[in-house]
């Protein structure tokens, strides 16, 4: 009662684009709440709100819906909530609980009787809550599988939701600095790790395959992937398709990892033509993120991640970037978050986090690859600015872009064959301001190629 569950699952309702149903709000409309404690007094309250709840919960169409804080007293609104939901406890104490509502409910008239109920009901809470949250970002998180603790790896045989056997996946490096740690977390149930090449090279047919033959869990198996984007791509896309689909839960450990590439359930490896030209849509069951292990992650592979902290500001209309770092980390995955379960397939709005991205691939193929991603998205975001006729100093104080030594005409082909130009003309992710994106844009080719010379150093 007074955690505003109300206000929170209306803004969590827009932020996942779901319907939102307040159970209270649904009484009311039939008849005021104090009404009905009036006449009826608590047990018909309780009974209206048994009908309103299992109706909410019944329903085929996914919602968010709000409860009022005594329903979980119901056994039958428990029992559907097991079957039927993800539940979360939005959490606030006695206190300020008491400062927000006091005089205003049935059941908040004595500060007494309301201190009693709160502690008579904590257990109920604990019992019921599948996520705690505070605030917003906490709830999307929470809706998606996405867990930010920092610490969180010591903590991974509890978040990993198996009963199950666990196989880890790694590549060579990580495995050597938090293997042991994992394996260590995960107890008995951690069977195998099996090590990736670092980098790229893992994200080949040939080590796929490799890692198939490996696997010897059963269906109920879960498979963790513990590394950055290149692991959680591979091992993400192994256990999409062992035995048609096996759960899998994501520890990404770069920058990259913890606010773009372990969000959203894109898997996907290369093909010799391409980069991620196979892969599948396969939501990790969880998602843990631990910012300690970014403390041994080198300083070119946190500029990588930077370089996607300043995108997601970008599309958000928020200074992201200027953050404490890990606050930075949890906006970022959050906003991705939402955006992937408003869009899972990419068939919509998602296609906005390609800002900067088609210059970005333009450079990186003309480089054969050899030039480093957050570097080719920091030029690539300050193209795709310059083009929406915006203010580019923000790419220019956090990312210091610098020219790329490539062949022009090698980069220009190389944009031309992008996937996102239709009949020669490049549609493209410009900002109308920061925070309003606007996908598909059409525009004119001698625009798109001037703007790419400019990233390109003679
Ligand atoms: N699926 C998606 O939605 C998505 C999104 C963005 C990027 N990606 C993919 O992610 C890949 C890039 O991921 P990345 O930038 O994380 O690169 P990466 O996985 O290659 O990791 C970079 C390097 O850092 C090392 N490393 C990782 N964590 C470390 C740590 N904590 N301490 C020390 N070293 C560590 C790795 O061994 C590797 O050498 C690309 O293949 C890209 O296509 C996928
Ligand atoms: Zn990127």
Known sequence: MG??????????????????????????????????????????????????ALDALGSPTPAVIALGGGAVGTDQIRKALRARAL????????????????????????????RTLYDQRQPLYDNAADARTADLDGAVLAAGGVHVE???????????????????????????IYGMDVQLALGARARAVHELAPGEQAKTVESLEALWHALRLE????????????????????????????????????????????????????????????GSFHWPVRTVIDAVTLETLPEEELANGRAEVVKT?????????????????????????ALCLRDPHDHGERAQLNLGHTFAHALEAAADYALP???????????????????????EETLRPEPVRVDRDAAWAALARDKKVV???PRLVLLEAPGAPRVGVEVPSADVRAALDALIAN
């Open 3 to 52: 955690a505003g569950k109300s206000t929170l699952g209306a803004a969590l309702a827009e932020q996942l684009g779901r319907p939102f149903v307040d159970v209270d709000g649904e009484i009311e409309r039939e008849e005021p709440i104090a009404r009905i404690f009036e006449t009826g007094g608590e047990v018909a309250f309780r009974l209206r709100e048994s009908k309103h």
């Open 87 to 114: 539940t979360m406890l939005v959490e606030i104490d006695a206190e300020e609980a008491w400062r927000r509502v006091a005089g205003q409910r049935p059941l908040a008239q004595d500060e007494a009787a309301f």
């Open 313 to 337: 500001g970008l599309l958000a209309g928020e200074p992201i970037w200027e953050l404490p770092p890990g606050e930075q980390v949890r906006r970022a995955a959050a906003f991705k978050t």
């Open 150 to 176: 920092p610490g969180a790896l010591e903590r991974l045989g509890e978040l990993v939701p198996a009963e199950g056997q666990v196989e880890i996946v790694s590549d060579a490096r990580v495995a050597g």
């Open 423 to 425: 009949d020669g003309t």
């Open 219 to 278: 269906r109920s198996g879960t498979l963790v992937a513990l590394g950055g984007g290149c692991t959680t791509d591979v091992a993400g896309f192994a256990a999409a398709t062992y035995f048609r689909g096996i759960d899998w839960v994501a520890v990404p450990t770069t920058l990259v990892g913890q606010v773009d590439a372990a969000i959203g359930g894109k898997t996907a490896i290369d093909l010799p033509d391409g980069k991620n030209l196979v």
């Open 373 to 395: 991603h957050g570097r080719a998205v920091a030029l690539g975001l300050l193209a795709a600015l310059r083009l929406s006729g915006l203010e580019t100093k923000v790419v």
